[in-house]
Nanobody
Framework: VQLQASGGGLVQPGGSLRLSCAAS????????ITWFRQVPGKEREGVSC????????EYADPVKGRFTVSKDNHKNEAYLQMDSLAADDTAVYYC????????????????WGQGTLVTVSS
């Protein structure tokens, strides 16, 4: 069982990045996906999640209107499209999966991927 996050990198303020989260060893169709981020010295925070069955989504206030979470069950992947990036978005981003029909930024997770670093800087 593995989650592999990718797509991080260096981007200028106002730019965009798309993070991917590939699952292996289990079927994402039955799992809610949550994206978290963490800055060194700060607590990890939930950024966005998408439910397994309904496709319902939730976003943290700082990213509402700028980030979009999605899931492709056929590819067994999830995505986080990040637009209008700002310096405050700089963090290590993690994807996580929970065997649940719904999602919440505050649920415990069953599986975690390794992080991918996003740096927003000019």
């Amino acid at each position: 069982v593995q989650l592999q996050a990718s797509g991080g990198g260096l981007v200028q303020p106002g730019g965009s990045l798309r993070l991917s989260c590939a699952a292996s060893g289990f079927t994402l169709e039955y799992y809610a996906i949550t994206w978290f981020r963490q800055v060194p010295g700060k607590e990890r925070e939930g950024v966005s999640c998408i439910a397994s069955s309904t496709g319902d989504t939730e976003y943290a206030d700082p990213v509402k209107g700028r980030f979009t979470v999605s899931k492709d069950n056929h590819k067994n992947e999830a995505y986080l499209q990040m637009d209008s990036l700002a310096a405050d978005d700089t963090a290590v981003y993690y994807c996580a999966a929970r065997h649940s029909w719904d999602c919440s930024l505050f649920y415990d997770q069953d599986y975690w991927g390794q992080g991918t670093l996003v740096t927003v800087s000019s």
